[in-house]
Every structure is written in structure tokens, then in C-alpha cells.
């Protein structure tokens, strides 16, 4: 594709046919965890994932999304037995592995890398299909290179992510691009990006904590007809002002706009991750009652 038809495309309104996730109006929302909520143990070694699907069937959660780094030999895909066994101790504990996720980077300047990023995508895209999954979570890229533009990046991001989408959903998974005040910091260029891209199987994680410029709640109302997947933080942030997320007001807008599907809550406060999650899943819950 030319560049001018690239931008052009890009820089077309956010409703176009194709871009907004079609489901049945209404909202029915079933909560899950990231196990990025367990990132401390999981990294130095002192939980492992089944022991993060125990605590979800402990504490009668419903999903779960099985982070790609927490897999041993990541970014290397594991074994058959490993997915296998994580597969069957879900289900036996009646939790729903959402999907996993990596951690690419399309906003590299090198075609070579980018090529490598997008075969990382794509291992996982099957990793996600043996766990009995339906989402990888992707991310678009760090930061806009020194000495490149926005507009020069989403020439390289969009092709990437259209080959990694077509992948997928020749595969029957979802692309659920996270946006984390990265490369990508509004709605507004989260929401041009998945326009360009132009793919049913290419869709939001609408993350509470990334949405950094200006009021973050209008930022999560004009991306959640976008969004097939959450991660609902405790915290919100005005600019570099942090302030603790004010969830029947999330609740609101959930009701207002319509989501059904699964809601995962990231916690990263101080102290057991265990107890931080347990608190801060009493507050959801008491929210979405």
C-alpha cells in the first residue's frame, strides 16, 4: 500500500465499519485475573502458574490470563506437556484460561527485528490455541524511535499487526492490543491504529492505568465499544497524578456503553499479592454486584 493510502486510511473517523466490536447490547461481566498481579513471585520463582489458577478457583474467579512471560523458556515456546498439564488443571478447577500474552515491539526501526516480533506474536498465537484460549495480548511498541515520527511508526506497526491478525484469525484467536502509555497513550491514536489495522480479529484490552492524558474515564468511554478484554488496576491517573479508581463510576460507563465477557483485575499494590488481590477483588465485586 502507497503511503498517502496508508495515512489516509489512518486518519479516517473511528467509526468505520469493522473497527467497533459487534455484541449484543447489554452488559454481563464475569471477572478473571491477570497473573501479572503475581509478577514478583512468578519472576523470582516462588509461585507457579498452577498455583495461580488455585487461587483463582479459590476465590471462585472465573478466567484467567496466563502471561506469556511466566511460561518456562519464554520467549521460547513450552513444551506440549506443560501447556497440556496447565490446560487440564483449569479446567479440573473450573477456571477459563482467557488466553496469554507477549511483550513485542512493532516500533523497532529494523525490518529484520520487527519480522522477529511478529514470529513471536504468531508462536504464541498457537500457544494460545493448545491452552484453549481465545486472546494473545500484544502490545504496539515502547516509544517513537529518535529521529522518526508517529505517523512514520504506524507505517511499520500496521502491516505487522495485519500479518499477525490474519494469522490469528486463521487460528480462531483474538489480538488484543494493550495500550500502556507507551507508543500509544490516548484513545484517539489506540482507536486510528485499530482502524488501520481493519480486522475483526484485532481488538482492545482496555487498560484503566495507561489512559494518562487528560480525564481517564472519557478516554475508557470512547475505547470500550472497542474492547474485547480489560485490565481493570487500582489506579487511574490525571496527567502524573495518581488516584484510586473510583469502580461504580466504571461501573457506569460499562452500563452506558455495553461489554459482555470477561473483566480481569490487575493488582500491584504494596505488600502479600495474595491479600492485595483479594482486597482489591472485594471492591470490584462489591462494584459489579
Not at 38 to 62: Q, R, T
Not at 204 to 227: H, M, N, T, W
Request: net charge neutral; charged share 25%; hydrophobic share 40%.
Amino acid at each position: 500500500m502507497k503511503r498517502r493510502e496508508l495515512l489516509t486510511g489512518m486518519m479516517a473517523t473511528p467509526l468505520m465499519a469493522g473497527s467497533l466490536v459487534q455484541r449484543k447490547r447489554g452488559s454481563h461481566v464475569k471477572l478473571a485475573l491477570n497473573a501479572y498481579s503475581f509478577n514478583k513471585p512468578l519472576m523470582n520463582g516462588s509461585m507457579k502458574l498452577a498455583e495461580v489458577i488455585d487461587f483463582c478457583a479459590e476465590n471462585e474467579l472465573e478466567g484467567v490470563d496466563l502471561t506469556g512471560y511466566y511460561f518456562p523458556g519464554y520467549p521460547k515456546v513450552p513444551t506440549d506437556e506443560f501447556i497440556y498439564g496447565i490446560k487440564r488443571h483449569a479446567w479440573m478447577n473450573g477456571v477459563t484460561i482467557g488466553g496469554t500474552g507477549v511483550r513485542n515491539d512493532f516500533a523497532l526501526p529494523s525490518a529484520a527485528e520487527r519480522v522477529e516480533q511478529i514470529r513471536l506474536v504468531k508462536d504464541w498465537v498457537d500457544v494460545a490455541v493448545k491452552l484453549g484460549g481465545n486472546m494473545v495480548r500484544v502490545f504496539s511498541g515502547k516509544a517513537v524511535p529518535k529521529g522518526y515520527s508517529f505517523d512514520q511508526v504506524l507505517e511499520w506497526m500496521v502491516p505487522a499487526f495485519q500479518d499477525c491478525s490474519e494469522y490469528a484469525a486463521e487460528k480462531g484467536i483474538l489480538l488484543g492490543m494493550q495500550h500502556h502509555d507507551d507508543f500509544l497513550k490516548t484513545a484517539a491514536e489506540t482507536i486510528r491504529l485499530v482502524d488501520a489495522v481493519k480486522s475483526d480479529w484485532f481488538t482492545v484490552i482496555l487498560d484503566v492505568g495507561s489512559l494518562r492524558q487528560g480525564d481517564p474515564y472519557a478516554e475508557i468511554e470512547k475505547l470500550l465499544p472497542y474492547a474485547s478484554n480489560w485490565q481493570v488496576k487500582e489506579h487511574v491517573w490525571y496527567g502524573t497524578k495518581k488516584v484510586e479508581i473510583d469502580l461504580p463510576r466504571l461501573r457506569k460507563i460499562v452500563d452506558k456503553i455495553g461489554y459482555r465477557g470477561f473483566m480481569p483485575i490487575e493488582a500491584l499494590g504494596e505488600g502479600d499479592p495474595k491479600e492485595v488481590v483479594k482486597a482489591f477483588l472485594g471492591q470490584v465485586r462489591q462494584a459489579f454486584a
